[in-house]
């Protein structure tokens, strides 16, 4: 496993666009904060609160997703484009220990630089909107809430692109699933249509970098709804890269 591990931190480090868009993921979430917070302390009339200076500093989160969803995706519908994924099981036959070699590697790459693009978006948002007064607990809580977030959105687009092979489709799903389909998610008439809502993808797992609850669920119980998405995600997508031929 360790040999896998290997070769998947030097595909995803020696490919220009895993690079650059690890590189945009932190652009976006520190452009957007410095963006906003100067717009929301040049329009305000007092001082801005601690807390909405930390979410503040943290609305490039969405746009972040959807380009951790996309570094998901091309971590392996890029070798199937380029026919790559034919030489990867040639070398590695159990095809499970392949996509838990690349499913470990991401996440740890993932987390280690969302983690760090938040905390240094909270820092910008902050020292920009200048708050009378800060919980270091919240700002801890946040940054390590968004880096969790950021790279279940993106493991989320590595079992999209498992399941789908094709890097448009998967990255179209992955946009449908993580910010078009919440949104309506949140129309549903009903109790039943707010049940379904609170429970749908990113609508639970966002709370993990509030730290609030909906009413349904917790901050936590919410990210592991989430994650349950994933799973099934991933499991169903583990079971047809098997099955199928490359």
Known sequence: MIDIIRSEWTKIRSVRSTVWTLAVTAVLMLGLS???SASARNAAEGPI????????S?????????SMATLGVLVISSEYRTGGIRTSF??????MSLLTGKITT?????LVVCTVASAGAI????AISQPPSIEMGDVARSALGS?????ACGLFGLGLGTLVRHTPGAIVSAIALI???????????????RTVAAHFTTNAGLLVVSGAGNGSLSSWSGFAVYLGWIAVTLAVAAVLMHRRDA
């Open 123 to 126: 820092g910008v948002g902050v």
């Open 147 to 151: 880096g969790l977030y950021l790279t």
């Open 34 to 36: 410095a963006l906003l």
């Open 58 to 66: 943290l609305t490039g989160l969405m746009l972040a997703s959807l």
């Open 179 to 193: 910010l078009v389909l919440p949104s309506l998610a949140n129309q549903l008439p009903g109790e039943w249509g």
């Open 90 to 95: 040639m070398a590695v036959p159990r095809r």
């Open 49 to 56: 609160p601690g807390e909405q200076a930390i979410m503040l």
């Open 106 to 110: 991401f996440v740890a790459i993932s």
